[in-house]
Every structure is written in structure tokens, then in C-alpha cells.
């Protein structure tokens, strides 16, 4: 569950997370352990050098807030063509993604345990991501907490440049306000692309069903998924 901010408490800087409670199970603890050292990058290494990771040059896939990763490890297991970072503050999320590449035996999937936009600013190099994936950031519901949503014309000013020219921005909520936000700050900008056509959501958004979002289609809620494309 997110922690309680106070109305009272003004937001200097707005996140890409929300602290959640949770700690990590035995079995997560051990892979964080085991495998940190293979699969976990560091904001302190600066610029990533991403075929130097990988040994490879391959696509680009960034996954903004993976949660428990089990999405993010499908995708990479069916796109084995393709690189995939996921970037998440959650610590038993981290285990359990981790837990997760050591048992499907991935070697296409690399982490990073910090805030997105740090990460976005200080390690990815401009015009070098392939697609970036957000699904279900908080909706932050209250109207007087919209301001704390991550998809704001700012972040998406400083998400941009990293997307290599056709690179697809592929956002997903399970809240119509904040889709209908989504679309609005994505349609203002001229250079993004609606994928499915102005102003309509994608049906066919060609990725794995979260738990989360099967929970939610059991009791009726509907999803929204936008997928907008760079063209400079």
C-alpha cells in the first residue's frame, strides 16, 4: 500500500514510485544475493554502455515500475531478440524479479534499484531506447493528488529524447481519468505518434496480463493501453 502523504505536505519533486511496505521473503533475499552482481546496474557507473552489458546490440526495452517482474520476465522470455531493463524501488520486487531470471535462466533482463527519472537523466544516452513500458503507475485518484501523477508533459519532456526515432512510448492504467489524461498529454505533442489512431486506445497491446490486471478484470474494470511512436 502506499504511504499516507499529508495534504499539508507540499510535493517538491514528483517520483516515478511509491514507497510501498513489504519485505523481502527468504527466497528473494538469497537472489538479490546470488545474482546482484550479474544483473543489477548501478546509477553510480553513469552512462550505460549497453552492448558492453549485454555483449550484444539488440532492441532496447525500458520497464518503468516492473512490480514483481512476472510481465517483464515473460516479455523477455518471449522476445529473446530484444534487451530489457527494468527500473523499480520495491525491494522484494527486485528479489523476486531476480528470483525469477535465475529460474527461467534469462540473461536479457538487467535492473536498476532506484528512482526512474535519476535513472532516465544519468544513465541512459539520448535517442538509445527502443520502447519504454509503464504500466499501472499510481492513478493517484483524489483530484488534489493528480499533481503527484508520473504522466505529466514534464516527464514526458524529459522521457522523449531517450526514445530512438520510431521508439514507442507504451503506457497502460486501469483508471479512465488518468487514461484520459494519458492521452491528452501524449496528443499535445506533435512529434508522438498514436499508434491505434488519434485518440484511440490500443486492443491489441501485445503484452502479458499482469495479476494485478487479471484481479481487476474479474471485477469488471476496464484497461486502458496507449502506445504512441517518436517520429522527429
Known sequence: MPRPIPDNVPLRTVHSFV????????AQQAARDRAWTRFGLEVTNGVLNVEQ???RKAPLVVEIGFGMGTSLVAMAKAAPDKNFIGIEVHPPGIGNLLKLIEQEQLTNVR????DAKVVLEQCIANGSLDCVQIFFPDPWHKKRHHKRRLIQKEFVEELKPKLANGGVLHLATDWEPY????MDVLSAFADLHNRCGAGQYCADHQRPLTKFEQRGQKLGHGVWDLMFELKS
Open 179 to 182: 487514461a484520459l489524461q494519458m
Open 111 to 114: 535492473v536498476y534499484q532506484a
Open 53 to 55: 552489458v549485454f555483449g
Open 19 to 26: 514507497i510501498r511496505r513489504g519485505r523481502m521473503t527468504e
